[in-house]
């Protein structure tokens, strides 16, 4: 009886499980079995970076155009990450590290080198176009209150170029979009497929994506009038030196250089400060975190690469 009730459950078991995976999306069933068969570190999927569409005015993406599927179980070359059948990953792996700050003293020129982020997962995609940005307007504040001038200074990790392949598949839902506009036409009824072209264009933008960088970018923006830079101890150039000395001693935790920034009146000469991420750490995280936890922090993220180039720069 008790080798029979184990039988049962052991049918009822894998039936469950049968219906389980019947019941995953073909990205999850891809997860499961590189999970269970490689054992290596895929973390999510990444889609929705490219092959989608793009509104030039709001400067967003939009909904797919391309269809997204997971049927070949393709990986970036690092194996971390599962990507969309149509997609191809070209590694680039490169740091940037700022040793001395940039400096921007009107908002005409942060504006026009601004580069747009868009966070994904534990990516961010980089699109160097749009007209809109909350960041800029934010930016344009802080400079409109006097003489202010902006030290910038950045950690960026360039990982890999997704490319949409040139045969890619096009998503259903927009192929039925079309395909309601063409009817329309057969119809005799120019006015309402001008209507349903515009509405495409609403929920799908004005291009679409086929190329993008992705990788994991943090900046540090202090904001100093004018005045504090002259009496500074040093000027302009000992300002930027102090800016990134701060910053990437911040991530790594290094507490007696920011004691000599106290002493030398650093932090008293700034209107502002504020530290931007995109697609890397939590801002609370480095500034929480003592120096044990933020090395375990680094190197479960994409600036694993970063902590290396600081400590041996």
Known sequence: MK???????????????KLVDSELSDA???????????????????????????DDL????????????????????????LIPDNVLAVPIQEVFIDRSAKTTKYFGNAKSETVIFTRTKSFAEIVESGSFDV??????????????????????????????????????SFLEKIDEIVESLKKGLPIFAKYQAECIIRDYGTHIVNK?????????KAFVTEDNVEIYDGGLTQLKTDAATYFLNLIIGNNKTQTELID????????NSFIETKGGLDVRLIL?????????????NSFQISERFIKNG
């Open 3 to 17: 080798y029979l009730l184990l039988l049962k459950l052991s049918v009822i078991t894998t039936f469950v499980l």
């Open 58 to 81: 709001m400067n967003e993406i939009t909904l797919p155009i391309f269809a997204t599927t997971f049927y070949k179980c393709k990986t970036t070359p690092d194996g971390h990450f």
């Open 288 to 300: 929480g975190a003592d120096k044990v936890r933020q090395s375990k922090i680094l190197n479960k």
């Open 212 to 220: 993008a960088l992705t990788g994991a970018s943090m900046k540090y």
């Open 135 to 172: 960041g800029k307007h934010n930016l344009k504040k802080i400079f409109s209150d006097g003489n202010i001038i902006m030290l910038e200074i950045g950690i960026d990790y360039k990982a890999f170029k997704f490319i949409a392949e040139e045969k890619a598949d096009v998503d259903p």
């Open 264 to 271: 030398r009146g650093f932090f008293e000469k700034l209107e």
């Open 28 to 54: 999850n069933s891809c997860l499961k079995d590189v999970k269970q068969g490689i054992k290596n570190e895929l973390l999510t999927s990444l889609n929705g970076i490219v092959g989608v569409g793009w």
